[in-house]
T-cell receptor, first 111, second 114 residues
Framework: QKEVEQDPGPLSVPEGAIVSLNCTYS??????FMWYRQYSRKGPELLMY????GNKEDGRFTAQVDKSSKYISLFIRDSQPSDSATYLC???????????FGSGTRLLVRP | DGGITQSPKYLFRKEGQNVTLSCEQN?????MYWYRQDPGQGLRLIYY???????QKGDIAEGYSVSREKKESFPLTVTSAQKNPTAFYLC?????????????FGPGTRLTVL
């Protein structure tokens, strides 16, 4: 079993839809949670960073962490075609370099 | 304009050849990393460097080598000992290794073995 599981998709939605992307994990020691967006043939860019449980909002993006269920989510409101990308979750036990990445979910937003 | 640059963008290698991938950053970050990305898999850490003149093996270091002679540069050599080198290679950096979870990535190099 992988430490971090992520549905590969693709997830196809119409423009304007609310998108929910999720990761589950097995290591209860994870405390730092990140979401990266990766466009095709590009490097990942850090989108959201969350410590411990709770919600964090940034514009159209909301990151949610439920440590009791070992489940994290990224919500995208009013999705746009420019949101079409692969979304990678990542997490770590402390704030050090040792990140564990999910395999990514490919999102397609149809105009 | 701060960031991380990687070159070349695409690289083709014949079997038995060593190749070197370049990574440069002007963010004044102490820590740098090399990852490999394969389809359907998460990023896997090859090597990391916490500071100049120091580097450590990551999870899949076999067949790779690195150097860190300058703070801004962290080249990766893919040797002929790497059995399956075709992949997308990503370089990243962070302020330091203690705050290493906020990593910034370069645009990547796609290596193909012919």
């Amino acid at each position: 079993q992988k430490e971090v599981e992520q549905d590969p998709g693709p997830l196809s939605v119409p423009e304007g839809a609310i998108v929910s992307l999720n990761c589950t994990y097995s290591n209860s020691a994870f405390q730092y949670f990140m979401w990266y967006r990766q466009y095709s043939r590009k490097g990942p860019e850090l989108l959201m960073y969350t410590y411990s449980s709770g919600n964090k909002e940034d514009g159209r993006f909301t990151a949610q962490v439920d440590k009791s269920s070992k489940y994290i989510s990224l919500f995208i409101r009013d999705s746009q075609p420019s949101d079409s990308a692969t979304y990678l979750c990542a997490m770590s036990q402390d704030s050090s370099y040792k990140l564990i990445f999910g395999s990514g979910t490919r999102l397609l937003v149809r105009p | 304009d701060g960031g991380i640059t990687q070159s070349p963008k695409y690289l083709f290698r014949k079997e038995g050849q060593n190749v070197t991938l370049s990574c440069e950053q002007n963010l004044n970050h102490d820590a740098m990393y090399w990852y490999r990305q394969d389809p359907g898999q998460g990023l896997r850490l090859i090597y990391y460097s916490q500071i100049v003149n120091d580097f450590q093996k990551g999870d899949i270091a076999e067949g790779y080598s690195v150097s860190r002679e300058k703070k801004e540069s962290f080249p990766l050599t893919v040797t002929s000992a790497q059995k399956n080198p075709t992949a997308f290679y990503l370089c990243a950096s962070s302020i330091d290794w203690i705050l290493g979870d906020e990593q910034f990535f370069g645009p990547g190099t796609r290596l193909t073995v012919l």
